[in-house]
């Protein structure tokens, strides 16, 4: 009989991953988020293909081609995407990743910011959409003289009202109470499925965090190494500040059982602490010091990446109905 030893670190890493999984598990609630919105796009009849590829030569059964219905472009239209995007960026900004597919956690204490600040964008979704609905007509005329023959009415709904909604919930994660009671042995399988998915939750936000960093970092170091021209290349501010946000989400979300990468993220942020944006473009010796600064963390990203198997969760953050 052979006895296969496991490696004292690598059970090491997994107790604390439990651990954290624990706390993860009795800290969080799940919140998922909704939105409906309407397609702006759509796939070109068989006739219309047909007349396509002809003045092209070309094969139908090759050919794929679609109309846009809408300007997206109009300032009415962007004003309803922006405040999807901003309703996203803060739901991503405040929560973590989840192996359910659409779904997120979020710190119980923050729940009631959650509720306030999407009905917040719920309410000017609502405003924004009156505001985009009064110019309906207007652009479904400019899309009548834009796309010539490809103009179809039946392709526009009377209006744009109940078109888009925003929506969430707070799914349930666990088992109910009430299955210990009516099944103990489905109940403890039920919570031990639950570990292993908190589990992979923790996994799941490491990895994240880690692949959001080497991005941000990757960015950096690119943009302030080497020249263009001559000259030093051009940076944007949110090349720093985008840094600086993820510090803080990373600080306020924290539940990474890893110390190597808590490390290279207190490095970041010792090595940006305080830095301008300005004072990197005017100050060639701090510009240097930074960039070898990020050079070293890069290294250690990639090599704590390369250390850490795909794994195939979920990763889809908004379900679309």
């Not at 808590?262 to 305080?274: C, E, F, I, M, W």
């Amino acid at each position: 009989m052979s006895t296969v030893l496991e490696n004292p670190q690598t059970q090491a890493r997994s107790n604390t991953t439990e651990n954290v999984a624990q706390r993860l598990q009795s800290a969080t609630t799940a919140v998922r988020l909704h939105i409906r919105w309407p397609g702006v796009r759509k796939t070109l009849s068989r006739d219309q293909k047909l007349r396509v590829a002809g003045a092209f030569d070309a094969d139908f059964s090759v050919v794929s081609a679609a109309k846009k219905l809408l300007d997206t472009s109009h300032p009415s239209f962007r004003a309803v995407s922006n405040i999807r995007t901003n309703a996203i960026r803060f739901w991503k900004a405040y929560s973590l990743p989840y192996v359910e597919s659409g779904v997120r956690l979020i710190k119980r204490e923050d729940v009631d910011l959650m509720e306030s600040t999407l009905r917040q964008h719920k309410d000017e979704l609502a405003q924004a959409v009156e505001q985009l609905d009064s110019c309906y007509g207007e652009l479904v005329m400019q899309a009548r003289s834009s796309l010539g023959d490809l103009f179809d009415a039946g392709d526009y709904a009377v209006t744009l009202r109940d078109m888009f909604e925003l929506r969430w919930d707070f799914p349930a994660v666990t088992p109910p109470d009430y299955l210990r009671s009516v099944s103990p042995e489905v109940y403890a399988a039920e919570c031990s499925r639950v570990r292993e998915r908190f589990n992979e939750a923790v996994q799941l936000a490491e990895a994240t965090f880690a692949e959001e960093l080497s991005g941000l970092v990757n960015h950096l170091a690119e943009r302030l190494s080497g020249e263009a021209d001559g000259k030093p290349k051009i940076f944007r501010d949110t090349a720093v500040t985008n840094l600086n946000e993820f510090f803080d989400r990373f600080s306020r979300l924290n539940i990474t059982s890893d110390e190597a990468l808590q490390s290279l993220v207190d490095q970041a942020r010792g090595l940006l602490g305080g830095v301008q944006p300005t004072e990197l473009r005017e100050q060639n010796g701090l510009r240097q010091r930074v960039v070898n600064g990020l050079v070293r963390i890069e290294a250690s990203l990639d090599g704590l990446l390369a250390d850490r198997p795909r794994r195939n969760i979920l990763r889809k953050s908004v379900r679309d109905e």
